[in-house]
């Protein structure tokens, strides 16, 4: 796997500390936690997407791009990390937001994301009622501007194909390097899965590697087939992108739990806020009520119904959304 033959801009601060959670550790009485701090990459406030924008943003200049368009729900840290990358290149950036959750309250559709959307220049092209073809009202943009003699770039909705999942295929090598460095054995890889490009990646990086290292996704969307079945496709993708044999990974590495979506995407469970205080309130470690938090709630309830055995060290990748927290303060 040779990461260097690929465009890529810098974007964030990387490597992201991998850190052990004492405390949180002590409190579950379970395995070894462990935190992967890619809510640290540093890009107007960070996130998972800034890796996928190092190498999606790349392609956009290769193909001499002045125009960044992408889409994500109204507190999507997607559109607010691909504002900041076009704010930092000198790039235009049009974002088109929709509406997936319904009647959250005044502070979700204008603070958080959104607030720093609009304070990083980004144009919010409009609101959408959720279930809209996103990606076809982006394509429609993006021909009215090619009309227009500019040259606008498609970003799928969370970055999520071969290009933006190598993001993820460079943490997988980052995580395996941190792990030889600091003598820590990692057992598992626990994370939030939404669009797929952060599981997709580190399954082909962790796969591929060989590491035998098992990534486990816990889905705020999907119900659990589909989202493996989504996942499975783009590792498929994106191993084929890499020149690197169909049979690198498995359709068995491909794992994903969807029993603590709760209502719906963006929609609050008390498991989510349970594990946003623990986390809290053990490690001064900020996690987010999308993502982030219902990806740990997952992982706490793993815990609490023995799936690992002490003495395992397990990773989560703490994927960010952290500003979210602005948009659902009521719920705290
Ligand atoms: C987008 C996002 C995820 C999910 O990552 P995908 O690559 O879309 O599956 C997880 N956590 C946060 C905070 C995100 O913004």
Same mark, same amino acid.
């Given at each position: 796997m040779?990461?260097?033959?690929?465009?890529?801009?810098?974007?964030?601060?990387?490597?992201?500390?991998?850190?052990?959670?004492?405390?949180?550790?002590?409190?579950?009485?379970?395995?070894n936690?462990?935190?992967k701090?890619d809510d640290?990459?540093?890009?107007?406030?960070?996130?998972?997407k800034t890796?996928?924008?190092?190498?999606?943003?790349?392609?956009?200049?290769?193909?001499?791009?002045?125009?960044?368009?992408?889409?994500g729900?109204?507190?999507?840290?997607?559109?607010?990390?691909t504002?900041?990358?076009?704010?930092?290149l000198?790039?235009?950036c049009?974002?088109?937001?929709?509406?997936?959750?319904?009647?959250?309250?005044?502070?979700?559709?204008?603070?958080?994301?959104?607030?720093?959307?609009?304070?990083?220049?980004?144009?919010?092209?409009?609101?959408y009622?959720a279930?809209t073809?996103?990606?076809?009202?982006?394509?429609?943009?993006?021909d009215?501007?090619?009309?227009?003699?500019?040259?606008?770039?498609v970003?799928?909705g969370g970055g999520?194909?071969?290009?933006?999942?190598?993001?993820?295929?460079?943490?997988?090598q980052?995580?395996?390097?941190?792990?030889f460095?600091q003598? !820590?054995?990692? /057992?598992? @890889?626990?994370h939030?899965? #939404?669009?797929? &490009?952060?599981? =997709?990646?580190?399954?082909v $990086?962790?796969?591929?590697?060989?590491?035998?290292?098992p990534?486990?996704?816990?889905?705020?969307?999907?119900?659990?087939?589909?989202?493996?079945?989504?996942?499975?496709?783009?590792?498929?993708?994106t191993l084929?992108?890499?020149?690197?044999?169909?049979?690198?990974?498995?359709?068995s590495?491909?794992?994903?739990?969807?029993?603590y979506?709760?209502?719906?995407?963006?929609?609050?469970?008390?498991?989510?806020i349970?594990?946003?205080?623990?986390?809290?309130e053990?490690?001064? !470690?900020?996690l /987010?009520? @999308?993502y982030?938090?219902? #990806?740990?709630? &997952?992982?706490? =309830?793993?815990i609490r119904? $023995?799936?690992?055995?002490?003495?395992?060290?397990?990773?989560?990748?703490?994927?960010?959304?952290?500003?979210?927290?602005?948009?659902y303060?009521?719920?705290?």
């Amino acid at each position: 796997m040779h990461l260097a033959a690929y465009p890529r801009v810098r974007l964030g601060h990387f490597p992201t500390p991998l850190e052990f959670m004492p405390r949180l550790s002590a409190h579950l009485g379970g395995p070894n936690l462990y935190i992967k701090r890619d809510d640290c990459t540093g890009l107007a406030t960070g996130g998972n997407k800034t890796r996928k924008l190092e190498f999606l943003v790349a392609d956009a200049l290769a193909r001499g791009a002045d125009t960044l368009i992408t889409q994500g729900a109204v507190q999507s840290n997607h559109a607010r990390q691909t504002v900041a990358a076009a704010a930092k290149l000198g790039l235009r950036c049009k974002i088109l937001l929709e509406e997936r959750v319904s009647g959250a309250g005044p502070e979700y559709d204008e603070s958080g994301n959104v607030l720093l959307d609009r304070l990083l220049g980004g144009e919010i092209v409009a609101r959408y009622p959720a279930g809209t073809n996103m990606q076809a009202e982006m394509e429609k943009l993006a021909d009215a501007l090619r009309g227009d003699g500019r040259k606008p770039y498609v970003i799928p909705g969370g970055g999520s194909n071969p290009v933006g999942a190598l993001g993820y295929v460079a943490c997988a090598q980052e995580l395996l390097n941190q792990s030889f460095e600091q003598g !820590v054995r990692i /057992d598992h @890889v626990v994370h939030a899965t #939404g669009s797929t &490009g952060t599981q =997709a990646g580190l399954v082909v $990086g962790l796969a591929a590697g060989n590491s035998g290292i098992p990534v486990y996704g816990i889905s705020v969307r999907a119900q659990r087939d589909i989202q493996e079945d989504n996942v499975w496709r783009l590792v498929q993708n994106t191993l084929d992108f890499m020149g690197l044999p169909a049979a690198a990974a498995k359709r068995s590495d491909v794992v994903a739990n969807s029993d603590y979506v709760g209502a719906g995407y963006g929609v609050p469970t008390e498991a989510m806020i349970e594990a946003i205080r623990l986390t809290a309130e053990h490690e001064a !470690v900020l996690l /987010d009520p @999308v993502y982030s938090g219902k #990806g740990m709630a &997952g992982l706490i =309830a793993l815990i609490r119904a $023995g799936h690992f055995k002490k003495g395992e060290n397990v990773v989560f990748v703490h994927t960010g959304g952290a500003v979210g927290l602005y948009g659902y303060r009521q719920i705290f």
